[in-house]
């Protein structure tokens, strides 16, 4: 009912910089908190960024703060994830996800998910 494709990734220098969009279609209304995850390889999916509906209110993870920035456009039923400042452990698929409740942090309490886009950072 609801589907999510991310863009925006690439290969980027350490130091650079990325902003990654995830567009919503279908039932996009029922969407209310949507995130961002990342999985490197041999490593679980861990949430890096998570929003409210209205943008209020949002979390992150301790190894991006103050480098990375989640915000959204409903209007658009975009979300996105600008990335500064990006390090060598920031390589990874990224995956958007959206949930039907408010903020969510747990990826289990996640109602859908895009097909990831990744990310590579080279030193």
């Known amino acids: 009912q609801v589907q999510l494709v991310e863009s925006g990734g690439g290969l980027v220098q350490a130091g650079g910089s990325l902003r990654l969009s995830c567009v919503g279609s279908g039932r996009t209304f029922s969407t209310n908190g949507m995130g961002w995850f990342r999985q490197a390889p041999g490593k679980e999916r861990d949430v890096v960024a998570a929003?409210?509906?209205?943008?209020?209110?949002?979390y992150y993870a301790d190894s991006v703060k103050g480098r990375f920035t989640i915000s959204r456009d409903n209007v658009k039923n975009t979300v996105y994830l600008q990335m500064n400042s990006l390090k060598p452990e920031d390589t990874a698929v990224y995956y958007c996800?959206?949930?039907?409740?408010?903020?969510?942090?747990?990826?289990?309490?996640?109602?859908?998910w895009g097909q990831g886009t990744q990310v590579t950072v080279s030193s």
């Open positions: 996800a959206g949930a039907r409740r408010g903020l969510v942090i747990r990826k289990v309490d996640y109602d859908y």
């Open positions: 929003i409210s509906w209205s943008g209020a209110s949002t």
